[in-house]
Each structure stands twice: as C-alpha cells, then as structure tokens.
C-alpha cells in the first residue's frame, strides 16, 4: 500500500463494506433469517406433532387465521393486561427507588462504599436462584411472615404464593428488590454528569433544594432517565425466570405473564404456528411504540 | 449596607493554607480587583464571599452583619462564573429570569425586569433562542444579566473575560465599568491580568501565595509598589529590577549596579530611602521612566532584543538578573548587539531592601 | 531547511469557505504568523500545511515540491497544538522522547537532544514529573519541547500560549523567539493576540474571512495597512475609524468637530486616527477640535482617554500620568500625516503620484 497517498472517500468506504463483510453475514444467519422463518411458520397451522419437517409447513397454510385467533384469545389479552400492571407497577417503584438512593450517594458519608457493594448484590444474582430465594421466603411460615408478626405483635400466617394477588404482589417485591440497583447505578451516572457549576450558579441565586432539583438536575438527566425507562420497560415486559420458579404462573394463571404464557403453549400445547404469530406480533407492536418514543425523545 | 469587610481570615485545604490572614474592606459602591497569579488565592477569597466555601479562621461582614451561617442562597451577592455556567438547557429568557422566577416574583414583574436587564444588555433579539450553542461573547451578558437582574447590592466575576478573545474583552472592560458606574453596586473581580485591575478598578488588592501584598488605587501601586512582588507584577512590562548597594561618591549617594556600574545620583527622597538600607539594595525603575542619554552619562547596557510592538518598542538589556527593559515610544534605533545609555527619571526611582523584598522609604 | 508556499489554494467544508485561494511565501528559517479573528482560517491553514487536510483548489509547496498528494508523517513538519496534547500516563522526558522513539533514532542522540531542548526551555529540573504535577506554563514548555526534538524541517505552532497567565505570556514570547532563532527553522505561528504577534513576527499575514488581507513585516502593516479592517486589527486600543467627507479644501469628520486640511486623495469615506497619534491638551478656544473626556484609564505607564467630539467616541492614549479629569473639556490635535485615509470599501487610499508608499 503507497503511503503516500491518502485513500479518497469513495476507496474508503468500499474496503469497509468488504472488512465487514463477515459481519454481516453473521447477523444475517442469527436476526434476519429466523425473522423470516418464524413469520413463515406464523402463516400456518404447523406443529411438531403434525409429522411434517418445517419447510413444508405450506402444506398447513391458513393465511393470518392466527392472527385473527389471538386477537380474540382471552388468555393472551389477560396475561397481557397482567404483564403490563406489572410494568406499571415496578418500572415507577424501580425507578424511584433508584433516583433516591442515587441522590444519596452524590454525596460522601461514612460507609458509602461498603452501602454501594450491597447495594450492587442483588442484580448479580442469578435470576432462577432470586426466585428459588423468595419462593422461600415467602411461605406461609417463612421469614416474610415471621417478620411481619414481629412488626404487628399479631400473628400472620398469609399464604402469599397461593393467593391469586398476594402472589402478584410478591412476584413484584421480587422484581423491584432484583432491579432497583440498575436504575440506581445508571441514574447515579447522569446524576454525576450535572454541571455541578450550573447548580451552584442556581443556589446563588436564591433556588432551594427542591427548585434546583427540578429545574436543573433533572432536565439534565433526561437523557439518561429515558434510557434507564426504556431499558427496563423493555426487559420487564419480558419478565420471567424469577416469576416462573417462584409461582410457576399461578395459583392458576393469577401470575401469567406473556412469557409465561408463551412457554406454556410452546412447550405444553405445541402449536408452533399459533406461538410464532404471537411473538411476531408483539414485536411489531413493541418495534412501532420505540420508533414513536425515540421519536418523540429525538424533539 | 453592601460594604465588606474580611477579618483575619483564613483558609485551609487540609494541609496546605490557600490563604493566610487576610484583612480587607471593600467601601460601598467600590470597584475592587483582587489580582494576583494562579494560586495565589483570589478564587479562594471570593468564594468565601459568596458562601461557597467556609473560612478556616477569621470572619466575612457584610456591612455590619456577620456572614458566618448564612448560606450562599440567602447571602444575596450575584455571581458571574469563570465558565458562566449558563443554563444551557433554558433559553436566554429563561436564563435571566431563572432568579426572579425561582424567588416568586409575580409574572408581570418578572418579565418586565427581564425586558429591561435584555435591553441594557442588548440581548433583547436574543430572548426566546436557547442559551446553548450562543457564542461566549454573548454567553458573558447572559452571565452578568442574569445576576444583575436580582439588583444584588454585591457583584462578584471570578475572570469572566478570560474565554473571550482579546478584541471583545476591551469592549466589555468598558461596558462592565460603565455598569458598574450606573447601578453603584459593591463589585469584587478576580483577575490575573494587571491590565484589566488598572483598568476597572478603583482600587486593587495585589495577592500572592495566599498573602495581601498591598492595597490600593491602581496609579499608587503603580507609583509606589510595597515590595518586590507588586513592582514586578504590575506594569506591563514590569518594573526593572536590579541588585545593588548603597554608596556615597563624590558626586553624590548612588547605588552600584556591579557590572553595569553606577546609577545616576539619587535624589534626595531616595537617597533618604537608600541611607535607611541596611545592606543591599534592588534598585527599581519603570521601564517607560528611562530616557536614552550621550555615552558615559547614566547606565550603559547591551541591547540583546528589540520587540517593535505598534506603537512602543521594547528594549531587552543585559542578561538574567541584572537585566532589564527600556520602552520608547517610537523607534530609538538600536539594534540587538549596541550599547544602550540609558538614564531613568531621577523621582521615578524606588528602592527595595534586597533581603526582606519590602520597599524602602525616606521617611 | 523549509520554505513553505500556497499558491491560490482554496477549501470549503461544505458550503462553508475556510480558505479563500490564499497565496503566500514562507522564506527559510522565518518566524511567520497568521493573525486573525476567531474562525478567519488560520487553523485550517495549518492542518493543509501540515497535510491533515487537502486543499480543494491549489498548490502547497515545501521546498518548491508540490507536497499536496504526501503524507502527514512524510512532511516531515512538527506541530504543537493548542491544547498540548500531553500524555499523561508518561513523565516529561516520556513525553519529550516519545517522537525520537517513535522513529528510532539511537539512545545516545535521544539522550542529548533532550538534554538539549530541556535546557532551552529551562526544564531540566522537571523532566522527572508527570504532566499532572506540572504548572500551566511548564506542561507548555515540554509541549514545545517535544517538537523541538524532532529536528523537523518547519514547526506549526497554534496558539500555544493563549492559556498562559498574562504575565507569563510576555516572557514565553520573548523565549520562543529565541529559541527559534536559535534552531535556525522555520516557525509558522497562529495567535489572535495582536500584541503577541507583532512581537514575535519577521512577517505576518493578517487574515479575514478565509482571504489573506495582507502581508508584510509587523512594522509595514502597523503603519500602512492595506485596508480599514486590518488597521483596526493590530494596535491597542484600536484606531479610530471615522465617516468623513470632503468639503472644498478641508475633510470633516466627527459631525464636523473634526477638520483636516484635505490631502491630495480622491474617494475618501472614512478616515483613520491612532489613539497615540492623538494629542489632548485643555480648550483654550484656539486649534483643535473640541471634545470632552468621558472616561479615563490609568494604566500607569500611559492613560487611555475616551473622548466624546461631535456626538463620536474617540479613544487617546497619552503618556504618563497627565492629570486629566472626566467631563473635562479639551482640544483633540493630530499631525496631519499620520492621518489615514480609508475609501468606499475599505481600502487604503494612496497619493498617486508616489510609489504606493507614505
């Protein structure tokens, strides 16, 4: 290669496109074609029990009657109207909990880093082992209620995991205690990134704590508060594994979530075309409601 | 009530002291630069003033009022930050109203403050633009706007002209003095540049590592530095400097200058300065004080550089320490490697103790 | 050895001209400087003589050799930045050496023109330091140092003491003078500091807007600039600018408060006065135009005046410490030949029947 001459524009491009071209290819295998089979699959009555080898599920073809079926199935809309209480519930709750204890650790007090590891432990835990840990905790002679007789003086002996909302509420408390401390960590880093000449200017003249704090601190934490949401919007409506070793979906379907529901007609009921339907739709309406948010973010 | 008085004060960052007992007192109405390098604990002083920082010793009044426990919200001084720290995520009207808004003040009165502070300024086609990506010319009346609209009776500007380029700093010199003038505010400025503490101020207090060095209006220190520092500091370029020792000739008390030889007879307030040394003397004159002389009268010193600057030329004589320099309105005709014969302005001389740095005086 | 040209070299960005077929000659061991505003294109003058950037239209010569097509690194040009660009993971000697280790130059000679350049710029005692532990003025000298060790056919230097206090400003200047004349190369310097141009320059070259206004030594500009934009340039406080008209035989400026004796020029619109070309003494009623004093700044070694005659500000600068009062009234004088004489568009208006020169 001369090193002489610099590479125009036009040569630099084209020896990108070729080095990445490997890349591409990857994400060509692993996104796009299985994008591609599953809405295939979706167009189809297709099962694993049917006998048939996938590619010649065309010989099932029912043209979007899945589609028509979930909008008309129950317990899809049910599991969904859960899943998203849920989110409605812990996303707030989470974050907070996250932006108080971030605002207490912008300050320096004794003991602050040794707060911060704890603080730190529950997103390190394995999901599967959190649930297994408040599936215990929470029977009905367990330490939630042993606490709780203590606090009352009264004796409690609340059956949570059997009780349709007890349960819900539980699968909550589980939620927020393992994902509070993200929200806490990435708030902490926008809190950090304020200007802090810009609140000192704002003390100076005359703004008090709360004044500073909403004219000041938060605007200049939007960005990163619209990540912290979207971030955690996005995986709790995935919620999962810590649900289903706590609950399993139940008592009954009071914690069905539309992940739990998924698996179980995935693995249980096995009509793959239906599932491939569902999943595809969820993600188009989920790919539509980012656009619009970053959308409006983008303002 | 906005005079301020600073009482032995004192700061201390663990084990280093920025600023060892200070006493200062600024008049009502008063225009005082605080001057001095980097470090030497200006920034420091000022923000005490503004209840940014908590003295170690000493205490800060506000006329008659103890400032101690008084936080830096209720002290009611405006403050103009090196960087400006402008809010950028408000528009400039935003900006300059955040004070009145955040304090209450009834809509009407808010925007009529805020319209006539923009005008005075002239900021007024700039309102509704927001304040990020301004140019810093601007972004520095927004600064000084957003302070002044509060009418604070203590006006404090930690550098704020030293992000603007050199052009536009003359012209806000001017504005900022002419403030100054019309609202009568109590005004404390932090700079390192003599110039601008000349040029605004009515009087300057000289710093150095954390010392008061002296006080005063800017022709007095100019005229008659306290010590070595100052005579250096001020002036551009500053005073000239030169070890010698006290000695009575025939013609007259003179100091010697070693190599450079004998200054020109003292006059009698100088010599009366110069018997009071009690070993050696710096001999100190202004470089704009000398006139050129035939040879074998005043100092002969080679010219090593010449810097022909517009309107002055600078002489660069002799080497190190015994060197000095000569400004001449026009073009004296010497060039590097020539004798210069120079002989300064015989009430223009000023004499240090060589030890102790402090000036000498006759009486 | 480097003698470094334009020719009729022009760039945009965009749509944005940041070099406007700007033509020049850097003799041989020169101390040239561009002098302009903010965004007027110095800058990107240096990064095309450096051959970071490569111009639209144009020649860049070194030497004679058309250079627009060679690399950076084969230019062979060091540069020191505005921002120092210290690494401050290595001491100053790292830091110093790092260019020499880069191209394998021998320990030996590494060792010696180290030493070398740290004596220059009065740094022997601190090459041990970290960047971190230095002060504002010394992390400066090891940047300059480490350009100096190149032995590099030209420096580039951009803007690198404008972060300095003004007291240290003055004294860098007079040391990199030095030091240049003292490496015998040649040194391209952008500032927008007048001051320290005209002090550190052989010649410079006043730049507007992309476009090279003028060229000359800092004495020829000062007094017989090309245009009213470059007059206002360089001097402090700056000239005078006034609107004036032709009467008959005489020029009248300033609403009239001011009269000239008309000089032998056609066209004139505007006319240039230097404040230390301007003499202040009290109205006495006699010559002179009336003014009075609206502010006056001691600076010690002379005093600024702003004088207001006919409705326009007008500043002076006088020497010493006249004692002159605000709302004083005085008498505005002014030699007659250290008038300057601006046309419609700016340009300086010459006696035809001389050389071009006043």
């Excluded at chain 1, 001369?2 to 020896?15: F, H, I, N, V």
């Excluded at chain 1, 028509?68 to 199935?73: A, C, F, G, H």
């Excluded at chain 1, 990435?186 to 100076?204: E, H, N």
Aim: charged share 15%; with cysteine.
């Amino acid at each position: 290669m001369s090193p002489a001459a610099k590479p125009g524009p036009d040569e630099s491009a084209r020896l990108g496109l070729r080095l990445t071209l490997p890349a591409q290819v990857l994400v060509l295998f692993i996104s796009v074609f299985p994008l591609l089979m599953q809405l295939y699959i979706s167009l189809t009555d297709w099962s694993p029990l049917s006998g048939l080898a996938w590619p010649r599920a065309w010989e099932m073809w029912n043209t979007f009657a899945n589609y028509t079926d979930l909008l008309s199935d129950n317990r899809l809309w049910s599991a969904l109207g859960r899943t998203l209480l849920v989110m409605a519930i812990c996303v707030p709750v989470e974050f907070l909990l996250g932006l108080g204890l971030a605002i207490l650790f912008a300050d320096n007090f004794p003991g602050k880093r040794l707060l911060y590891s704890i603080l730190i432990m529950p997103m390190m835990v394995v999901p599967a082992v959190a649930g297994y840990m408040f599936y215990m905790l929470f029977q009905s002679g367990g330490p939630v209620n042993d606490l709780l007789s203590a606090i009352s003086g009264m004796p409690v002996t609340v059956a949570w995991l059997s009780d349709p909302t007890l349960a819900l509420a539980a699968v909550m408390v589980a939620d927020i205690w393992q994902w509070t401390p993200l929200m806490f960590l990435i708030l902490l880093a926008g809190l950090v990134g304020v200007p802090q000449d810009q609140v000192k200017a704002a003390t100076l003249l005359g703004a008090n704590a709360w004044q500073r704090f909403v004219t000041i601190v938060l605007p200049r934490m939007r960005a990163i508060i619209i990540i912290a949401l979207a971030i955690r919007v996005i995986e709790c409506f995935k919620i999962f594994d810590t649900l289903f070793i706590m609950t399993g979906g139940g008592p009954g379907v009071a914690t069905e979530t539309i992940s739990v529901y998924i698996y179980k007609i995935t693995t249980q009921d096995l009509i793959w075309g239906y599932v491939a339907a569902i999943a595809l739709a969820i993600l188009i309406v989920l790919s539509v409601a980012c656009v619009w948010a970053m959308k409006r973010m983008a303002k | 009530m906005s005079a301020i008085r600073l009482e032995n004060l004192v700061k201390r960052f663990g084990a280093f002291t920025a600023l060892k007992t200070m006493d200062l007192a600024v008049d009502d109405g008063e225009f005082m630069a605080l001057l001095g390098p980097s470090g030497c604990g200006k920034s420091t002083t000022m923000n005490m003033i503004a209840g940014m920082e908590r003295p170690s010793e000493g205490r800060i009044l506000f006329g008659d009022r103890d400032m101690a426990g008084v936080a830096m919200g209720q002290r009611g001084v405006g403050f103009v930050f090196q960087n400006y720290a402008i809010f950028t995520h408000m528009s400039v009207r935003q900006n300059l109203s955040y004070g009145l808004r955040m304090g209450g003040r009834p809509k009407a009165e808010v925007a009529q403050r805020t319209g006539a502070i923009a005008d005075l300024l002239q900021l007024g086609d700039l309102l509704d633009r927001p304040a990020a990506g301004l140019s810093v010319n601007i972004l520095q009346r927004v600064a000084i706007g957003r302070s002044a609209v509060m009418e604070p009776a203590i006006f404090l500007l930690d550098e704020p002209l030293s992000n603007v380029d050199a052009a536009f700093r003359a012209v806000m010199r001017t504005e900022l003095k002419q403030l100054q003038r019309q609202f009568r505010q109590t005004m404390v400025y932090v700079t390192h540049d003599q110039l601008e503490a000349m040029t605004m101020a009515d009087r300057i207090a000289v710093m150095d590592h954390g010392v008061l060095q002296q006080v005063g209006r800017p022709l007095e220190i100019y005229n008659d530095p306290a010590n070595l520092f100052v005579a250096r500091f001020i002036g551009s370029p500053g005073m000239n400097l030169l070890a010698g020792l006290p000695l009575e000739t025939a013609a007259g008390p003179v100091v010697d200058l070693g190599a450079i030889g004998h200054s020109p007879v003292l006059a009698p307030a100088q010599a009366a300065a110069a018997r009071r040394a009690r070993g050696a003397v710096v001999y100190g004159f202004r470089p704009e004080q000398v006139a050129t002389v035939p040879p074998g009268h005043g100092m002969a010193m080679p010219v090593s550089f010449v810097e022909r600057i517009g309107a002055r030329t600078i002489l660069h004589l002799g080497h190190g320490a015994q060197g000095a320099k000569a400004v001449f309105e026009n073009d004296v005709g010497l060039s590097p490697g020539s004798m210069a014969h120079l002989a300064p302005i015989p009430a223009a001389i000023r004499l240090f103790d060589a030890e102790t740095g402090v000036a000498l005086r006759g009486t | 050895m480097a003698e470094i040209a334009f020719r009729n070299v022009t760039k945009r960005y965009g749509r944005t001209l940041a070099v406007d077929d700007a033509s020049f000659t850097v003799a041989d061991n020169e101390f040239f400087c561009f002098f302009g505003p903010p965004l007027s294109g110095k800058s990107t003058i240096l990064r095309l003589i450096l051959g970071l950037e490569k111009p639209d239209v144009g020649e860049v010569l070194i030497d004679g050799r058309v250079v627009n097509a060679v690399s950076p690194a084969a230019r062979n040009i060091a540069m020191v930045f505005q921002n120092l660009a210290l690494f401050p993971h290595m001491t100053a000697a790292g830091n110093i050496r790092f260019p020499l280790v880069e191209r394998g130059v021998p320990e030996l000679q590494i060792r010696a023109r180290m030493a070398d350049a740290a004596e220059k710029l009065h740094i022997t005692h601190i090459l041990h330091k970290f960047p971190g532990q230095l002060s504002g003025g010394e992390r400066q000298r090891v940047a300059i140092a480490r350009a100096l060790v190149r032995d590099p056919a030209a420096y580039l230097m951009d803007d690198p003491i404008s972060a300095l206090d003004a007291r240290l400003r003055e004294e860098t200047r007079v040391e990199l003078k030095r030091i240049q004349r003292e490496a015998g190369r040649t040194l391209i310097y952008v500032t927008h500091d007048q001051e320290e141009a005209m002090s550190v320059a052989d010649r410079m070259a006043i730049l507007e807007h992309g476009a090279i206004r003028q060229i000359g030594t800092p004495s020829q500009i000062y007094d017989h600039p090309a245009t009213a934009y470059v007059a206002r340039f360089l001097g402090s406080p700056m000239m005078n600018i006034l609107t004036a008209t032709r009467q008959g035989y005489s020029v009248s400026a300033a609403g009239a408060a001011i009269q000239l004796a008309a000089p032998d020029l056609t066209g004139i619109a505007s006319l240039g006065l230097r404040p230390e070309d301007l003499r202040v003494s009290p109205w006495a009623g006699g010559t002179g135009s009336p003014a009075t004093v609206i502010e006056v700044e001691p600076l010690g070694g002379h005093t600024v005046v702003t004088l207001e005659a006919g409705g326009t500000r007008l500043r002076a600068m006088l020497r010493g410490q006249p004692d002159i009062r605000v709302s004083a009234q005085v008498a505005l004088t002014c030699d007659p030949a250290r008038v300057h004489y601006f046309g419609d568009s700016g340009e300086t208006l010459r006696p035809s029947h001389q050389g071009g020169s006043e």
